[in-house]
């Protein structure tokens, strides 16, 4: 399903857009062209071209369990120009008729690793989820031995609920990983949007 509208950050630095044909052009490199995240996302395949790109849009278009988001810059720096395509966010496995879940993740472009982006993106995407669409759980999954994202969940006060054993294709002896499962509930997330408050003041 296609957002109505974008999500422009609270920080004023990226803006979650509905995808695009415009997108579809950058959008492969992310899938398949960086190691580390191949790593901790192998199910991710090697070769994922502009055509794939374009079947993926459409199909989630179509799907009513998933709401994508690509990021963009929503303002220019000495090195990117507004509106360069960054990475990728969205719900997804959206389940209402037994509860009002849902799951979240994000891929970021290695050159914009360690730059507060993706906190930027999330605070803005949970904060819709939260307090737009009235969600009343949340829910990440990340390979386990993803140190990164698991401690920026950490640090953002996200609950650790517990570990999925062989979950993922992944790099274990028997070509699946472990996956660790975190999780947000609507009463925890003013905790959570404080924290993450916190860190992107941090950065202005």
């Known amino acids: 399903m296609i957002a109505e509208t974008a999500l422009p950050s609270k920080s004023g630095r ?4 509905p995808p695009s044909e415009s997108d579809d052009e950058p959008f492969p490199a992310l899938r398949s062209s960086d190691p ?3 790593r901790h996302l192998a199910f991710f395949p090697e070769n994922f071209s502009v055509a794939d790109a374009r079947a993926m849009r459409l199909a989630r278009a179509a799907d009513p369990t998933v709401i994508p988001y690509n990021i963009h810059t929503l303002s220019a720096t000495e090195n990117t120009p507004a509106g360069t395509f960054v990475g990728e966010t969205g719900l997804t496995h959206i ?10 993740g994000i891929v970021i472009s290695p050159a914009f690793f360690r ?4 906190t930027d ?3 803005t995407l949970l904060t819709n989820a939260f307090e737009d669409r009235k969600f009343h759980r949340v829910e990440f999954i990340t390979a386990v031995d993803n140190l990164a994202m698991r401690a920026w969940l950490e640090k953002a006060g996200v609950t650790l609920e517990g570990t999925r054993r062989g979950f993922w294709y992944g790099a274990g ?5 472990d996956v660790a499962m975190y999780g947000i509930l609507e009463g925890e997330w003013a905790t959570v949007k404080g924290r993450l408050d916190d ?3 941090q950065r202005r």
């Open 95 to 104: 389940e209402t008729d037994y509860g009002r879940s849902c799951e979240t």
């Open 14 to 17: 990226i803006v979650l857009v």
């Open 121 to 123: 993106a999330l605070y």
């Open 36 to 38: 580390e995240t191949r």
């Open 199 to 201: 860190q992107m003041k």
């Open 173 to 177: 002896p028997d070509g699946y990983t």
């Open 115 to 118: 730059t507060g982006l993706a």
